[in-house]
């Protein structure tokens, strides 16, 4: 019996979360990422050493590894002193691979082998690009991490974003598209995890035309001063403009609260739980309202300077996995069940 085929496309802690999970199950796995981060140790090594972003790849490759404890934890090791101070080895080893390689997607199917990765990782693209963000008062914001860090993009209004210069798709990732029997689309940043993929010319295109059930991974928490009035029902549209077409089947919707403590720590930051409004009929995709959220605890490095604006609220892995999989499966048990009353 063939083994069914998973692509994922996103980048950060989303894809660390979600790919952590779905290991665990007997599937092939295309992991999708995202190439536009430019902060933190990454956009160091993007300036001083012209190498591609590795930052993302890195929590991809360590959550699809099947290698020891020890070396998982080597990979996500930062520097606490010195000249590497908050640099990560595996963003060091990614950067050094690719330099041998000369070619980053090569580098990455390097590390692959050596970390035993259970799947795929696959650079959305091998270009150099950024990401731009152009509000409707016509100030341009360059930068993932600019982005990131911009907390006025609601207020004022997106008229475009775009990446400079374009970027064509890795082949190998719109191969895996047209060939996959499930899409997922996050958890991860929105303006900067989830969107940057679907800018690159080829990865909407080979979505559209792919027979693949999608299913978009909704966040846990709105983003402070981007998306604090998006309902669930803004995420998914924007998602299908991007892709051109009203292609999401299903979307994974959390109903757990978090602790009072972690409400609290999100509120003072206007990063407040996404809500979902009631029924629509212009709805196309079927909403799977389950408990998503981890209860464990996140701990980052001293060393990481990004830690104060890493989520401390996350998916459950399993949880998420487990629905994933049941998506995957229903449509034979659709076929065989007319009827449950």
């Known amino acids: 019996m063939r083994r069914k085929k998973i692509v994922t496309i996103g980048g950060g802690t989303g894809s660390f979360t979600l790919l952590s999970g779905l290991k665990k199950y007997p599937v092939d796995i295309s992991a999708v990422v995202s190439m536009m981060d430019d902060g933190g140790s990454t956009g160091i090594l993007r300036d001083e050493l012209g190498?591609?972003?590795?930052?993302?790849?890195?929590?991809?490759?360590v959550a699809l590894s099947d290698s020891s404890k020890e070396m998982r934890e080597l990979m996500n090791y930062r520097f606490e002193e010195g000249s590497l101070k908050g640099h990560s080895f595996g963003n060091l080893f990614l950067s050094a691979l690719e330099k041998i390689n000369k070619n980053f997607s090569k580098g990455v199917e390097k590390a692959s082998q050596i970390l035993n990765v259970k799947g795929e990782i696959i650079p959305v693209t091998d270009d150099d690009t950024n990401l731009f963000l152009q509000l409707k008062n016509g100030k341009i914001i360059k930068g993932e991490s600019e982005i990131n860090h911009n907390f006025e993009i609601e207020k004022s209004g997106i008229r475009k974003i775009y990446l400079n210069p374009g970027a064509k798709a890795n082949k190998k990732a719109v191969q895996r598209i047209l060939e996959a029997d499930l899409i997922v689309i996050g958890p991860g940043n929105y303006y900067c995890s989830i969107v940057p993929n679907f800018l690159v010319k080829g990865i909407s295109a080979a979505v559209k035309k792919s027979k693949a059930k999608v299913v978009f991974n909704c966040n846990l928490v709105n983003k402070k001063g981007q998306t604090e009035k998006f309902y669930l029902d803004d995420y998914v549209k924007l998602i299908n403009e991007y892709i051109g077409k009203d292609r999401i089947d299903f979307v994974t919707f959390n109903t757990q609260k978090p602790s009072k403590d972690l409400i609290r720590k999100y509120e003072s930051q206007r990063e407040l739980l996404v809500k979902l409004k009631k029924k629509s009929?212009?709805?196309?995709?079927?909403i799977i309202r389950a408990n998503l959220l981890s209860n464990k605890k996140i701990k980052?490095?001293?060393?990481?300077?990004?830690?104060?604006?890493?989520?401390?609220?996350?998916?459950?892995?399993?949880?998420?996995?487990?629905i994933l999989m049941m998506i995957l499966e229903i449509g034979?048990?659709?076929?065989?069940?007319?009827?449950?009353?």
């Open 332 to 341: 034979n048990y659709e076929n065989i069940i007319k009827e449950i009353i």
């Open 300 to 322: 980052y490095s001293n060393a990481d300077s990004l830690s104060n604006l890493r989520s401390f609220i996350r998916h459950d892995e399993d949880e998420l996995s487990r």
């Open 281 to 286: 009929s212009k709805r196309k995709y079927r």
């Open 51 to 61: 190498v591609l972003p590795p930052g993302d790849v890195r929590q991809c490759l």
